[in-house]
């Protein structure tokens, strides 16, 4: 089973590397900043599958795209794969010290503490007038190992970048998920203290997962960055974690592939709901949620395993 | 000296504004566990429907107290439907499942009902400010207090008092207070915990309707105004802990204080005071000021 | 009430196959054929949804509209009363400007890249402008803006692809210091109250810049940032109240505006001091008599009822009326402002050419181009030709009780090289030195 979704997932990979150049360049564009926002949903659903959901991993994100902006603003480092790692750690690092306290807290308060930490980040780059207040500002054109591509090859360029930095984290994570800290975390959601009588720190492990989780988004950030070639405060905004955790639903918690593949089907949905709807794609949107809540419980990405277990009944 | 009293009574009205505002989240949430993101919603429609409703009553130039009790009226009314709407119409199919998706299936709504405004009442802004001017002002030392102020904090007395006593004296708060602390023991002894959310529901609707109403008259109703409500008014209720009337109050008096005191004293912070009051809070109190812990079941 | 282009795809493969026809039209020097030239595809972007459609979103949109309905029937007054964009209707497609940064970067390629486009008129947010300027110089993608204020757009970098023919924000501030300055002369002490974001942060340090350059010995009391869409200014106005400020600055705007209006004519601080708006023309037709009389109302410019007198106003103004029913405010006299000097530009290129201009040259016939909109004259003189300069006015509230109107009166006007720094300075940099270069006669 595992092996079979493995080998889907790596032709899908590679499937999708080979397409971009003959794809039109709007779409391979749409597709960069869809796959950049999967892999924050990537970290959402490791949260979720132990019941876990913040309401500010926008902090991350933000903590992750400015890293990234403000290394090219002031020492002229313009490689990616340094300012993807930077923004990546420094998420890290931010995600573990708010860890220390955000792990002892659960359901709502959990969700409710996170947003007032994203929201006072928020605060402070509102503040920071030298970096353009909620106005953000450019981030520079990275190189890729001192290849320093233009228009359309940049695009490819960026695209390729964010398409190998999923396929990292995506294996590493559905090799998270098959540990024993990552199959524990229906356990935590069902009830925490059964795991503890089996020896376990529940708060240990849910650190760990706000760490992990907030390395994904600070990585998701930073791409984002550099694929938007601008930074501003609302990346820290509630609305922006609210968006996160709107596709993490829409997506569901099922597979790994899931999260990238509801952040593609999500960002094309909006951007095809204002175009021929500009009046009332909010109630396209908001319906298209709820009908998922209502008749797909698990998620886009049961749609798959219910396609897959119609053939096998049928033999 | 004239600052501290100021400081008071500017964190006063804030308070009462917050309180109006939130009354109606963490009643819902309390009794249902649900965090309704719709709550922005209901504030906007009732905001909507007051500055309608006061359009309609001052064209015909009757007196202007009426004005205030119709606008109310109207609001509630609006609460009413709306709040019976979606409980029964979307809200009922998904009791039972996890909390998260039921705030997602609450920010769906929210979502659709924004588009649902700029259908009904279209993009341009409605006032509503003639119940505020006709209140007039008093005037003490330098400062000018509005007297729609003053009703706005008496209003906001009277919904914590009546709420407070409702609950602890009425056959149906008793029920109600059942439900809060044990949901499946009250349904064990009795208590038809469908009627009890149905009517909670509409109530907390007509409460978020009524703050939107209240307000209108000192603010401009506009698009997006429900946005802004909503992460406000969740910041009260966790910092007084949700669920509870006295919670909402301490949350809503400390933030209003708080946020009056930095406007005047240090007006730099303002923007962050919300959220570090209630980060800070959170440390100390990880379930707010008034949240009884609930023994963990194994 | 929204116009599409319907099947894009298919408009798209009709506008290739007009474009071969033309080409081989051309090449066989044969008369030009009777039937109308294939369209030119405008994108305009502005939002349609969110607290800022209703004050400029809307009024920017309903601009275009009647403006691009007017050129295409060819009604509009002369010089701009030839048909569409060199011969050629304008066919335009309105996108919302909501959603996050990366939302609005994304619909603008997919304007450019999926739906072709020969250009695009947009953008409200300083925000969204200063994200879409490099996306449109990597595409080679004609980009006009209508409303964003900051300066920094051309200040960073040179650009190629991208004009505003409205002048940047800089000149609404420093008009309202020089208005206040001259109406109160002993103003001692004031305060400020602006939103707590670029645009409110951006306008206060513009307008203290200013003020200490022409009033060194003023001192600013009350510094007030309330967050943006705030609502509720209990504090803000009893801070006031207390305070010894005699005249106050803010650069609220549309919701806030009107709530700050309602909220501090309660408590009566308009009778302590004489407070500026300079976004408040934008407002008046809804407040009326809610705008207290005395009030110092800007418009971002020569707009609304600080409009000259001409004819082309005049009738800017009647079929915005007879459409809307309300008077255009300052979005839509940006937006025909925009829209107007596309057309000088693409006229001008298509004569010189004969033919449909390429975007390279209509950028060139673009540069530092001079005309006359509704809001008057204009000179794309900063920035290599690219950000437009024009007069600006401030005026002082009436509600008039015989007709029921609102009035400006003791409308100062000031040229507009009295309050736009000279070509190559940066905004800041010019109002931190003094504003030298200044000519106010």
Redesign the interface.
């Known amino acids: 089973m595992w092996a079979r979704q493995n080998i889907a997932g790596a032709l899908a990979f590679v499937g999708l590397a080979v397409a971009a150049p003959f794809l039109p360049s709007w779409l391979v564009s749409l597709a960069t900043i869809a796959f950049a926002n999967g892999l924050v949903v990537l970290g959402l659903v490791i949260l979720w599958r132990a019941g876990l959901v913040p309401f500010g991993q926008a902090l991350f994100y933000a903590a992750g795209a400015y890293t990234v902006a403000l290394i090219g603003r002031y020492t002229g480092l313009h490689d990616v794969f340094v300012l993807v790692a930077a923004g990546a750690l420094v998420a890290g690092v931010l995600a573990f010290l708010i860890g220390l306290l955000l792990a002892r807290y659960r359901d709502i308060f959990f969700a409710m503490l996170s947003l007032a930490m994203s929201m006072i980040l928020y605060g402070v780059l509102v503040k920071t007038e030298s970096l353009g207040s909620t106005d953000g500002f450019h981030v520079e054109t990275g190189t890729f190992l001192g290849y320093a591509p233009h228009g359309a090859a940049l695009g490819l360029a960026l695209f390729w970048l964010v398409l190998g930095a999923c396929g990292l984290s995506a294996l590493l994570v559905a090799t998270y998920f098959g540990s024993i800290a990552g199959v524990l975390a229906a356990p935590v959601r069902d009830n925490e203290i059964r795991v503890e009588f089996l020896g376990l720190s529940v708060n240990r492990l849910v650190h760990l997962k706000v760490v992990i989780s907030g390395v994904l988004a600070g990585l998701g950030g930073a791409l984002a960055a550099l694929a938007v070639a601008h930074v501003d405060p609302n990346m820290a905004y509630w609305t922006t974690s609210g968006g996160f955790v709107f596709v993490t639903i829409l997506a569901g918690a099922g597979s790994v592939a899931a999260a990238f593949i509801g952040s593609f089907v999500f960002e094309l949905a909006r951007s095809i709901a204002i175009d021929f709807f500009p009046g009332t794609w909010q109630i396209i949107l908001g319906g298209a949620l709820l009908l998922t809540i209502l008749f797909l419980p698990e998620g886009l990405g049961s749609l798959a395993g219910r396609l897959r277990r119609v053939p096998e009944r049928a033999s | 000296m ?2 501290a009293f ?2 008071l ?3 006063l ?2 308070a009462a ?1 917050l309180f109006l505002v939130a009354v109606g989240l963490t009643l819902i949430f309390g009794v249902m566990k649900i ?1 309704n993101v719709t709550h922005g919603s209901f504030y906007a429609f009732g905001a909507y429907g007051a500055a309608t409703a006061v359009g309609i009553y001052f064209e015909r130039g009757l007196p202007a107290a009426g004005g205030f009790l119709f606008m109310i009226l109207v609001a509630m009314a609006i609460g009413l439907v709306m709040g019976a709407i979606l409980e029964r119409g ?1 809200l009922r ?2 009791y039972g ?5 039921i ?3 609450t ?6 009902l ?3 405004i ?2 009904i009442w279209g ?3 409605y ?1 509503a ?1 003639q119940p ?2 006709a ?1 007039g ?1 008093v005037e003490i030392g ?5 007297n ?2 003053i009703v706005l904090v008496a209003l906001a007395a009277t919904v914590a008092t009546a709420g407070y006593w409702a609950l602890k004296y009425t056959r149906y708060g008793r029920l109600l207070t059942a439900v809060i602390f044990d949901r499946e023991t009250a349904a064990a002894f009795g208590v038809n915990v469908t009627v009890v959310y149905t009517v909670t529901f509409i109530i907390g609707a007509m409460l978020g309707a009524l703050g939107g109403a209240v ?1 209108a ?4 109703v ?4 429900g ?2 409500v909503i ?1 406000l008014a ?2 009260v209720v ?1 910092t007084g802990g ?1 669920g509870s009337i006295e919670g909402a109050l301490t949350g809503a008096l400390i933030v209003g204080l708080c ?2 005191a930095a ?2 004293l240090v ?2 912070i ?3 005071v919300i ?2 009051v ?2 800070l809070v ?2 100390f109190r ?3 000021l008034f949240t009884q812990v609930q023994p ?3 | 009430m929204t116009l599409h282009f319907g099947n894009s795809r298919h408009v798209g493969g009709l506008a290739t196959m007009a474009t071969l026809a033309s080409v081989a039209v051309a090449a066989a020097q044969a008369p030009a054929p009777r039937q109308p030239p294939a369209p030119v595809r405008l994108g305009i972007v502005s939002f349609l949804s969110g607290p800022a459609a209703s004050p400029f979103g809307v009024p920017g949109r309903n601009g275009a509209e009647i403006v691009i309905e007017a050129l295409n029937a060819g009604t509009a007054p002369a010089p701009f009363n030839t048909v569409g964009l060199g011969g050629a209707k304008i066919e335009a497609k309105y996108v919302d400007e909501a959603g996050s940064t990366a939302q609005v970067v994304t619909e603008f390629r997919n304007l450019v890249q999926r739906d072709q486009v020969d250009a695009v008129v947009g953008y409200i947010s300083s925000g969204s402008c200063l994200a879409v300027t490099p996306v449109a110089e990597e595409l080679k993608a004609l980009t006009v803006y209508f409303d964003c204020g900051t300066p920094r757009i051309f200040e960073e970098t040179a650009r190629k692809y991208v004009f505003r023919p409205p002048p940047h924000a800089t000149m609404d501030n420093v008009g309202a210091a020089r208005y206040l300055l001259a109406k109160h002369k002993d103003v001692a002490v004031y305060s400020g109250i602006n939103q707590n974001y670029a645009w409110g942060q951006d306008s206060w340090r513009d307008f203290v810049g200013a003020m200490k350059v022409l009033a060194p010995k003023a001192t600013v009391d009350k510094e007030l940032f309330p967050k943006l869409f705030a609502g509720e200014y209990g504090a803000e106005i009893s801070t006031l109240l207390t305070s010894k400020s005699q005249a106050l600055h803010t650069s609220f705007w549309d919701g806030d505006l009107e709530g700050f209006v309602y909220q501090e004519q309660a408590r009566g601080l308009d009778k302590r001091m004489p407070i500026i708006y300079t976004t408040g023309e934008a407002s008046i037709w809804r407040l009326r008599d809610k705008m207290p009389d005395n009030t110092i109302i800007g418009g971002r410019g020569p707009n609304g009822p600080l409009a000259p007198d001409t004819e082309l106003n005049r009738w800017f103004q009647k079929i915005y009326v007879d459409r809307y029913g309300t008077p255009p405010t300052y979005p839509s006299y940006q937006m025909a402002l925009s829209v107007l000097g596309l057309k000088v530009a693409w006229d001008k290129a298509q004569k010189a050419k004969g033919a449909k201009p390429t975007t390279d040259e209509v950028v060139q016939a673009f540069e530092g181009i001079e005309y006359d909109g509704p809001s008057g004259h204009v000179k794309l003189a900063l920035s290599n030709g690219h950000q437009g300069i024009q007069e600006t006015a401030y005026g002082t509230y009436r509600f008039n009780k015989q007709t029921k109107q609102p009035e400006l009166v003791d409308v100062m006007r000031f040229p507009a090289g009295c309050v736009n720094p000279p070509n190559g300075v940066n905004a800041d940099d010019w109002i931190k030195d003094g504003m030298k270069g200044a000519t106010c006669k």
Do not use: N
């Open positions: 004239l600052t100021a400081i009574t500017d964190g009205v804030y504004y965090l979307i199919f998904v499942k996890d909390e998260v998706v705030v997602l299936v920010y769906a709504t929210f979502l659709m924004e588009d649902v700029a259908l993009r341009q802004s006032a400010w505020m001017v209140a002002s330098d400062l000018v207090l509005s729609y102020d307000m008259p000192k603010i401009s506009t698009l997006g105004i946005v802004e992460v969740f910041a966790v949700l946020r009056a406007v005047h007006p730099q303002e923007l962050f959220y570090a209630m980060a959170l440390v990880p379930y707010g963990r079941k194994i």
